[in-house]
């Protein structure tokens, strides 16, 4: 499975930004699937995650209420909406594709990560 982000970009404090990750080589219907973020000069962090069949997300307190996760199967693509957003957004994010639900939610061992899409938040 190769995934491709896009969609990062910069935009200031309070705005909005909608980040895909697109699938090739193989359908992502039967993988779950997370976006996790690295800010310079930290450790890569989980945001969310969400189940095979959309049914179940997962976010980071930090996030939660303001991003959400979201798939659409037919179209082999993930999604995070990001509203509000905070300077402290501002990081690489990644998307990552596993079989495992917990790997998706760990960043650990991942079967498949995405080349990174850069979110600069202004204040």
């Known amino acids: 499975v190769q995934l491709q982000a896009s969609g990062g970009g910069l935009v200031q404090a309070g705005g909005s930004l909608r980040l895909s990750c697109a699938a090739s080589?193989?359908?992502?219907?039967?993988?779950?699937m997370g976006w996790f973020r690295q800010a310079p000069g930290k450790e890569r962090e989980f945001v969310a995650a969400?189940?095979?069949?959309?049914?179940?997300?997962y976010y980071a307190d930090s996030v939660k209420g303001r991003f959400t996760i979201s798939r659409d199967n037919a179209k082999d693509t993930v999604y995070l909406q990001m509203n509000s957003l905070k300077p402290e957004d501002t990081a690489v994010y990644y998307c990552?594709?596993?079989?495992?639900?917990?790997?998706?939610?760990?960043?650990?061992?991942?079967?498949?990560w995405g080349q990174g899409t850069l979110v600069t938040v202004s204040s």
């Open positions: 969400i189940s095979w069949s959309g049914g179940s997300t």
């Open positions: 080589g193989r359908t992502l219907s039967s993988y779950y």
């Open positions: 990552a594709a596993d079989t495992r639900q917990w790997a998706v939610k760990d960043g650990f061992m991942v079967q498949y």
